[in-house]
């Protein structure tokens, strides 16, 4: 299929290898003037949900069955097309979202990037993690059986695409690389927001699938207006896990349908978070004015449409606070208005903006340009820390380029506020070498809190990479046990199998004698070098 | 504190370092008579809970903080003083189960050396598994900020006493060990079955707690009678995990309470498992007897009470089947009766060996000796796999030493019984070389279905190792991506937590540059040798 085969929106949701069209449709708006865009899309719903599912269940055995080379290959071949898409994808993907063609230019590399270290990880043997523990024939009371253990796909996953990174986080992102690595089929339910770029990166990975000589319910799209699409995906007995980022309530009401299955199936959620900022005293008397100039850069960028942005700055009321805000409210005033993802999230911006400024003890310090249809105006609020642990409502999410400063008294306020946080992604702290004390009795409070802890840098940016933690504590996520970017996400869709004395020539690749895959093992409890053939 | 003062029952709760008494209490009974038991037992409640867990969460900090020489020095110390109980707690233990004592000082050996093995694990790394990815300040577009992994524990932990390892599954058992050795402290809801094998195993790990200087609240022992105990343990907000050993609808009604909390936590519950064994045509032609004194052996085990019971065989109909049926009944006729853990499991026993024995389609065979009060006659059944295709009611786990034996007329039909399957603690294969090609056939569907797959063993005795899974697909347990035995079982109760630019001093020492803890790291995603000091 050539690139301009691929390009061709047609408007249907893919079925494996079939296109799926029908007289129900919807059509994209473009939020930068509210308008329709062509072609319409077929309207997925849960009579489609049964076909896909029996796909991936099909497929399943086949792909999981894949070696970690062929698994990598086709993550590799996903990305290579990806990027032959060209400029088609990323002025679709413009048109839908709003979003500035630099900003997903980079996401696109972010994208490819990440199925690219998924495909080495799984090749370094990230998928299987193999463990073997020799025979003890000779043990008394009991001789030791010879015991092998390797990962596999836990069954076909649903992946909910997210509205706020059409590239990075929905049809290819992240939870379809990390269940795809793990060797599970993936159902993407797309985000009804940019569907055509949904339907060009379907493509995409469907050649892939094609040319990797796969089965092809390995990946299907139905995208769809419904929230009985997305809870049909969920109820069905054939789904094994979900990957979902999202507002609160839509990620409860998945955990709800996956909780009461007949079988419970694990879902991870990656919801809310207004990832608190702390700017300890002597970083900020040192450097308020470029404190704020680099909040306000990471507020306001996306339109603030980041997982990450800094819903939250904690400081200690003074004249360096003071220089702090007047220098954020200055950058926020003069920062124009941006284009939101959809009118749904430009009205609940404005909603949750207005009900801030209704709050009696908040004051609006600034706010920034106006702009047009769907716009983000940036905002910034200040309270202090006996109002913020007064008024749950303070501590809500409003997605989109808002923040309120906490002004506290004293250092036990501040910490007052750290232990009465929610579950978040990040928590950062500024700070110079006069401030570690506080750090130091800040570190455990924000561990608990928190998936990662920043120093002296912004939460928006999450590196895609082996150390890197995109979760939390509730209501961050609905799982703090794992992460959602990085190549520990893999172990979401793993579930482990033991072998136990097994000929050979019956084990799986990953387990054998002479270890043909030449992949890290670890033997009676030792990492072997990967040259070690023993047991 | 004296081995003496140490075996002296009280029959208290013990509400960290303080023993709680009261009015309501309850006695254990003697399975093998039927009398209670000295002394009586304060009937823990609800209104312990809070205690309890206030308790936990103000240890979770200082605990979760603790090295991993600190945590794996007081997991060794548990081991020591649970063999310093000597005599004593095997003869209680004994007394309150019927369990003989020559598998009662097996198990304690398990419980011990699974303490000493997590231990082991902590020192070598396992609970952190730290990860560093360096920072690339020249990278274009942007510089890699510095990152770095480590694992923390969930937070308080409850795990409630199994009545069928009152030793190894039990106040010290695994679940308990594992949550330790990932620093989380632990609430026991002990089993009323065994309340003074409970307190004693109880004791002990309160003078390790006390010797090694942790806070009081690192280990809690409520024991009681009555759901309500264990449902408000599973709902207190303090509480982050569950580990659970038991009836699927005593699982499942933890699950449900856990996930209807406003922050869901995860049960791991172990529930239910009917561990098939495939006797393939080869092996069963060339060794029908031996396999029969094999599997009556490992069904009548225990009076049939493990997990792991071979509560089903599936084989192919003809003559080598009818030698294993005869030699198998003739052995199950022979075998005596044994007394079972409690009055409630030897009744519900009777009435799974009645429901199957009114089963039109099903044969009695064969049952074992008439036995005293509480006592597991064996039981022997066969039936042909198109009425177990039919009849969802011969898959149900009847908890004892009773088994159905399934006559397939061709390997169709055992594919078929094997797809029927739900999900599984182990599956059995008994092969030769000539059942290679059918045992590679039914291996991709053994794999769905079970968390370990034997070849010419039996799935009674699980070893306690690296390489081990003791878990599987829905219902043997409710999460099939972890294990409860073996190191794995760790990674349950641990989080990621990431850290992004935070100076050296700050970071916690599993992540510091230099690595003063000397643990094995995966530094830019390749395992570095505990030497390495970069980055």
């Not at 900022?277 to 100039?293: G, I, K, N, S, T």
């Not at 954020?328 to 993802?341: C, D, G, H």
């Given at each position: ?275 608190p900022v702390f700017l300890l005293p002597a970083a900020l008397e040192a450097r308020a004015e470029a404190l704020a100039a680099g909040f306000v850069g990471s507020l ?10 800094p819903?939250?700055v904690i400081a200690m009321a003074g004249p360096a606070l003071d220089r702090f805000i007047a220098a954020a409210a200055t950058a926020v ?47 910034l ?22 923040s309120?400063v906490i002004r506290c ?5 501040m ?13 950062t702290l500024h700070l110079e070498a006069a401030d570690h004390a506080l750090a130091?009795?800040l ?11 920043l120093a002296n840098g912004w939460p928006t ?75």
């Amino acid at each position: 299929m050539s690139a301009m085969d691929m390009t061709n929106l047609t408007g249907a949701a893919l079925l494996g290898s079939r296109d799926l069209t029908g007289a129900a449709t919807f059509q994209a708006i473009d939020p930068a003037t509210g308008t329709a865009l062509e072609p319409a899309f077929f309207e997925a719903g849960p009579a489609e949900v049964g076909q896909a599912a029996a796909l991936a269940a099909q497929a399943y055995p086949l792909y999981r069955a894949t070696t970690p080379e062929a698994r990598a290959a086709f993550l590799d071949a996903i990305a290579g097309k990806i990027e032959a898409l060209g400029d088609t994808l990323i002025a679709r993907a413009a048109r839908e979202t709003g979003l500035p063609v630099a900003r997903l230019t980079g996401e696109r590399a972010r994208t490819t990037g990440q199925l690219r270290l998924f495909a080495s990880w799984v090749r370094a043997g990230g998928a299987d993690e193999p463990r073997l523990d020799s025979a003890l024939p000779e043990r008394t009371p009991l001789p030791r059986a010879d015991l092998r253990l390797r990962h596999i796909g836990l069954g076909p996953v649903v992946v909910f695409g997210a509205s706020n990174f059409p590239l990075a986080f929905s049809v290819a992102g992240g939870d379809t690389a990390s269940a795809l690595a793990a060797g599970c089929p993936v159902i993407v339910k797309g985000h009804p927001a940019h569907p055509g770029t949904s339907e060009l990166v379907g493509r995409a990975i469907r050649a892939a699938v094609v040319e990797a000589g796969l089965p092809e319910g390995v990946f299907s799209l139905l995208t769809g207006t419904s929230n009985e699409l997305g809870g049909a995906l969920v109820a069905d007995p054939r789904i094994k896990a979900v990957g979902f980022t999202g507002s609160r309530g839509g990620g409860l009401a998945l955990c709800r349908i996956a909780a009461s299955r007949p079988e419970p199936i694990p879902v991870f959620a990656e919801m809310s978070s207004i990832n608190p900022v702390f700017l300890l005293p002597a970083a900020l008397e040192a450097r308020a004015e470029a404190l704020a100039a680099g909040f306000v850069g990471s507020l306001t960028m996306g339109a603030g449409q980041f997982c990450t942005n800094p819903g939250l700055v904690i400081a200690m009321a003074g004249p360096a606070l003071d220089r702090f805000i007047a220098a954020a409210a200055t950058a926020v005033s003069a920062a124009p208005a941006a284009t939101m993802l959809t009118p749904g999230i430009a009205g609940a911006y404005g909603k949750g903006v207005a009900a801030l400024a209704e709050q009696p003890e908040v004051t609006e310090l600034a706010h920034g340009g106006e702009g047009g249809v769907n716009a983000c105006r940036p905002a910034l609020f200040v309270t202090d820390a006996a109002a913020f642990l007064r008024e749950p409502l303070l501590s809500h999410e409003v997605f989109g380029a808002s923040s309120l400063v906490i002004r506290c008294a004293d250092e036990a306020e501040m910490a007052a506020v750290a232990a009465a946080l929610e579950g978040q992604l990040t928590a950062t702290l500024h700070l110079e070498a006069a401030d570690h004390a506080l750090a130091a009795r800040l570190l455990p409070v924000l561990e608990d809190k928190a998936g990662r802890i920043l120093a002296n840098g912004w939460p928006t940016g999450v590196e895609v990479c082996h150390a890197m933690v995109h979760g939390g504590p509730f209501p961050a996520t609905s799982d703090p046990r794992s992460t959602s970017v990085g190549t520990l996400a893999i172990r979401r869709f793993l579930r482990p199998v033991c072998y136990q004395d097994l000929p050979d020539a019956l084990l799986p690749a990953a387990v054998q004698a002479g270890n043909p895959l030449g992949l890290p093992r670890l033997v009676d409890g030792t990492p072997a070098s990967i040259g070690e053939t023993r047991p």
